[in-house]
């Protein structure tokens, strides 16, 4: 079984930055894919940025493209997301997924979908005032 808790959310003025963090437990870190989701009130839940395996491959959502970076580190079987320029649109809880059923982003596009990871963190809240 693995676990997944978030954290470094906050409030943050528009334009600013925050890091968050995905710490796993229970094993498999280097067998599986990851990835952040956000979910604002009232809207579905929205794919953000995903990783493979090594770190290798990354895919972000258009909207946050050259202000958002994915990184994992194996030795803290951690998963990151560097957010700057921060916008209001960016409020939303943010949480961290990872599929133990591949390694790969592949080519089918479901790293984008919430069907595509079986594991869930329970999400921190960013909020970014204008």
């Known amino acids: 079984q693995v676990q997944l808790e978030e954290s470094g959310g906050g409030l943050v003025q528009s334009g600013g930055s925050l890091t968050l963090s995905c710490a796993t437990s229970?094993?498999?870190?280097?067998?599986?894919?990851m990835a952040w989701f956000r979910q604002a009130p009232g809207k579905e839940r929205e794919f953000v940025a995903a990783?493979?395996?090594?770190?290798?491959?990354?895919n972000y959502t258009d909207s946050v493209k050259g202000r958002f970076t994915i990184s994992r580190d194996s030795a803290k079987k951690s998963i990151y997301l560097h957010m700057n320029s921060l916008k209001p649109e960016d409020t939303a809880v943010y949480l961290c997924?990872?599929?133990?059923?591949?390694?790969?982003?592949?080519?089918?596009?479901?790293?984008?979908?919430?069907?595509?990871?079986?594991?869930w963190g329970q999400g921190t809240q960013v909020t970014v005032s204008s």
């Open positions: 990783i493979n395996w090594r770190g290798s491959t990354t």
């Open positions: 229970g094993g498999g870190f280097t067998l599986m894919r």
């Open positions: 997924a990872a599929d133990s059923r591949s390694r790969y982003l592949g080519t089918s596009g479901d790293y984008a979908l919430p069907g595509g990871y079986d594991y």
